[in-house]
């Protein structure tokens, strides 16, 4: 057993950065997992269920006052870990609800929805959590919590709330019964270009919301 690893194993279950380490661990090995598609009929729900949790981490960290790190500059925490597999198997998994329509910033005026891919946000998650556990398992926790708090405010905070709308749209039409017909034509890999792409996606968007409000009645 390494240093690092006794280093972590010695420390308080109840302290903030442990609890926020936990949860990070929790969703990485989770996601790694359901990528390797033993259980491909559970992949949505167990996303949905995974971002869920990691979210309030999420939560902890951005009401947590400011996180200083310790140095002025970012110790070389090395080589960032390959995500392309990962993408790939999300993806294939998540065929057809994988691309969907986001709004990049509710509170910008006239802000037109673009096209997004779950697979493409949680690895883009799991990159800056990854960046954050490796400076934790080298025993930097103050550097840990300050970039996974800093990350989650510029990144990976606004693209995995994406992601769970994404999947709690997906399980909410399968269970009230609501098909997404609409959407098996909105996909990035069939040579649609990104002007196309962007058009099409908001056309949907527009359709599921029902109007600029997003306000339809219950059916």
């Given at each position: 057993m390494s240093d690092?690893?006794?280093?972590?194993?010695?420390?308080?279950?109840?302290?903030?950065?442990?609890?926020?380490?936990?949860?990070?661990?929790?969703?990485?090995?989770?996601?790694?997992?359901?990528?390797?598609?033993?259980?491909p009929d559970s992949v949505v729900p167990f996303l949905l269920l995974e971002v869920s949790q990691l979210l309030l981490a999420g939560g902890r960290l951005g009401a947590h006052e400011d996180i200083v790190p310790d140095e002025r500059y970012e110790p070389d925490p090395g080589p960032e870990a390959d995500v392309d597999q990962l993408r790939e198997n999300l993806a294939r998994l998540l065929e057809p609800v994988d691309v969907y329509s986001e709004v990049f910033d509710p509170y910008e005026p006239r802000t037109a929805p673009v096209p997004a891919r779950i697979s493409d946000d949680l690895t883009d998650v799991i990159s800056?959590?990854?960046?954050?556990?490796?400076?934790?398992?080298?025993?930097?926790?103050?550097?840990?919590?300050?970039?996974?708090?800093?990350s989650y405010f510029s990144n990976w905070g606004s693209t995995a709330s994406a992601?769970?709308?994404?999947?709690?749209?997906?399980?909410?039409?399968?269970?009230?019964?609501?098909?997404?017909?609409?959407?098996?034509?909105?996909?990035?890999?069939?040579?649609?270009?990104?002007?196309?792409?962007?058009?099409?996606?908001?056309?949907?968007?527009?359709?599921?919301?029902?109007?600029?409000?997003?306000?339809?009645?219950?059916?």
């Open positions: 690092a690893t006794l280093h972590m194993t010695d420390r308080d279950p109840d302290d903030f950065s442990v609890q926020i380490a936990d949860q990070v661990e929790s969703f990485l090995v989770a996601v790694t997992e359901v990528a390797k598609g033993e259980e800056d959590l990854r960046h954050g556990m490796v400076h934790y398992r080298a025993g930097r926790t103050t550097e840990a919590l300050w970039w996974w708090q800093f992601a769970l709308r994404a999947l709690q749209s997906v399980v909410a039409h399968v269970r009230l019964n609501q098909p997404l017909a609409a959407l098996d034509g909105l996909d990035t890999d069939q040579g649609m270009g990104d002007d196309t792409l962007e058009i099409e996606a908001g056309r949907v968007m527009v359709e599921e919301i029902g109007g600029p409000l997003g306000m339809r009645p219950v059916v």
